[in-house]
């Protein structure tokens, strides 16, 4: 896994009464994202919303028969040790 940049900086909320909000987000691209990937995470939010969901909802049907790489994932999300 090689990241190229930070490119956003911001919180995470879950609809999730377990978990809720999660401050102190970085997202990084990887070195293997498509510039369409890059361009999209502009216009994120300063807190995005998410509802926890089966990955069997969400994945892509070539998922389900070839476990994801790195070449998969555009975007990575650490916690920011100044958030």
């Not at 890059?38 to 998922?63: C, D, K, M, N, Q």
């Amino acid at each position: 896994m090689k990241l190229n940049f930070l490119v956003n900086r911001g919180s995470i909320y879950f609809s999730n009464e377990t978990i809720g909000a999660v401050s102190g987000l970085l997202a990084h691209v990887s070195n293997l994202a498509c510039s369409k990937a890059v361009e999209e995470t502009g216009h994120f939010p300063e807190v995005l919303h998410a509802e926890l969901v089966p990955r069997s909802i969400v994945w892509p049907e070539s998922f389900k028969s070839r476990e994801p790489t790195d070449q998969d994932i555009a975007l990575f999300f650490f916690p920011d040790s100044e958030g």
